[in-house]
């Protein structure tokens, strides 16, 4: 199974190119952001703990260990252990070991790093309007720094995700959905 990992920080479009690579790769499973999943039953006015950051952790692990079992050719996953991190790097300093740990069980063989060149949209979940550029850096920074693949999803539209999906089709011909 090849294991794809979307992920880059909050509205740069990881969400809508996970679920349109899961319906343009061959035998694809899709694993939707847990996270919001989560908050959002919290609803508007919640303000989330290390608690809940754990428990959304600890689910995706969860989400993950079934989803890496499964028979499929290929799993996309919207947001990974790197959000995770970086999360909690962001609100509460350090890294969190358990966090650390998934990290390295739920390893990927791709990682598709989203820039956020698109426009910034107001959702209750969204906390950074104005730094989502220096998040960036440190995703990229942080996956280089594991040795992980990684490849950049940038423009807009139709065209971005077509670019990701052709660097995704020359690395796993055999993900190629036959017309």
């Given at each position: 199974?090849?294991?794809?990992a979307?992920?880059?920080?909050?509205?740069?479009?990881?969400?809508?190119?996970?679920?349109?690579?899961?319906d343009?790769?061959?035998?694809?499973?899709?694993?939707?952001?847990?996270?919001?999943?989560?908050l959002g039953?919290?609803?508007?006015?919640?303000?989330?703990?290390?608690?809940d950051?754990?428990k959304?952790?600890?689910?995706?692990?969860?989400?993950?260990?079934?989803?890496?079992?499964?028979?499929?050719?290929a799993?996309?996953v919207?947001?990974?252990?790197?959000?995770?991190?970086i999360?909690?790097?962001?609100?509460?300093g350090?890294?969190?070991?358990e966090i650390?740990?998934?990290?390295?069980?739920?390893?990927?063989?791709?990682?598709?790093?989203c820039?956020?060149?698109?426009?910034?949209?107001?959702?209750?979940?969204?906390?950074?309007?104005?730094?989502?550029?220096?998040?960036?850096?440190?995703?990229?920074?942080?996956i280089?720094?594991?040795?992980?693949?990684l490849?950049?999803?940038?423009?807009?539209?139709?065209?971005?995700?077509?670019?990701?999906l052709?660097?995704?089709?020359?690395?796993?011909?055999?993900?190629t959905i036959?017309?």
């Amino acid at each position: 199974m090849v294991r794809i990992a979307v992920t880059g920080p909050e509205c740069s479009g990881k969400s809508q190119l996970a679920k349109w690579l899961a319906d343009n790769l061959f035998d694809t499973r899709y694993l939707k952001e847990y996270a919001r999943e989560y908050l959002g039953k919290k609803g508007e006015d919640y303000k989330y703990t290390q608690e809940d950051v754990l428990k959304i952790a600890q689910t995706n692990a969860d989400n993950f260990n079934k989803a890496f079992r499964a028979n499929n050719d290929a799993l996309v996953v919207d947001t990974d252990f790197y959000v995770m991190d970086i999360w909690w790097e962001e609100h509460y300093g350090g890294h969190h070991p358990e966090i650390q740990e998934f990290k390295k069980v739920f390893d990927f063989d791709l990682y598709v790093l989203c820039e956020p060149d698109l426009p910034w949209e107001y959702d209750p979940l969204r906390e950074n309007p104005n730094d989502r550029y220096r998040l960036f850096e440190k995703y990229k920074e942080a996956i280089h720094k594991d040795h992980h693949t990684l490849i950049i999803a940038n423009g807009e539209g139709e065209e971005r995700m077509t670019k990701v999906l052709s660097k995704i089709l020359i690395r796993f011909p055999n993900l190629t959905i036959n017309e």
